[in-house]
C-alpha cells in the first residue's frame, strides 16, 4: 500500500511539475547599452491572446537601437507565462 501510495504521489508530481525555457530570439551588432524592457504575458486556460512583440517592449522602455531580444516561457498547470526581454540604446 505504501508504494502505491509512494508511486502515485510521483506520477501526480510529475504532471504538475512543469519546466520552461528560453533563448535569444535575436542579436543585432548595436552595443547593448543600459536601457532593458521587459514584458509578461500571463493566457489562462488558452484563451486570450499576448502582445510579445520586441518592437513594443522597446518602445515601452524608450530603445531606439535594439541590441537583444530574449525570449522565455514558462508553463504551468492551467497557464503559461510568456516574457520577453529587450537591451539596447
Known amino acids: 500500500m505504501k508504494k502505491t501510495v509512494f508511486v502515485l504521489f510521483i506520477a501526480v508530481a510529475g504532471v504538475l511539475t512543469s519546466c520552461s525555457g528560453g533563448y535569444k530570439a535575436m542579436v543585432t551588432t548595436n552595443k547593448v547599452g543600459t536601457k532593458v524592457g521587459m514584458s509578461r504575458e500571463s493566457i489562462w486556460f488558452g484563451i486570450g491572446g499576448a502582445d510579445l512583440g520586441a518592437a513594443r517592449v522597446a518602445k515601452q522602455?524608450?530603445?531606439?537601437?535594439?541590441?537583444?531580444?530574449?525570449?522565455?516561457?514558462?508553463?504551468?498547470?492551467?497557464?503559461?507565462?510568456?516574457?520577453t526581454k529587450v537591451t539596447g540604446d
Open 61 to 83: 522602455a524608450g530603445i531606439t537601437r535594439v541590441a537583444t531580444v530574449e525570449s522565455f516561457v514558462k508553463p504551468g498547470l492551467f497557464h503559461v507565462t510568456y516574457y
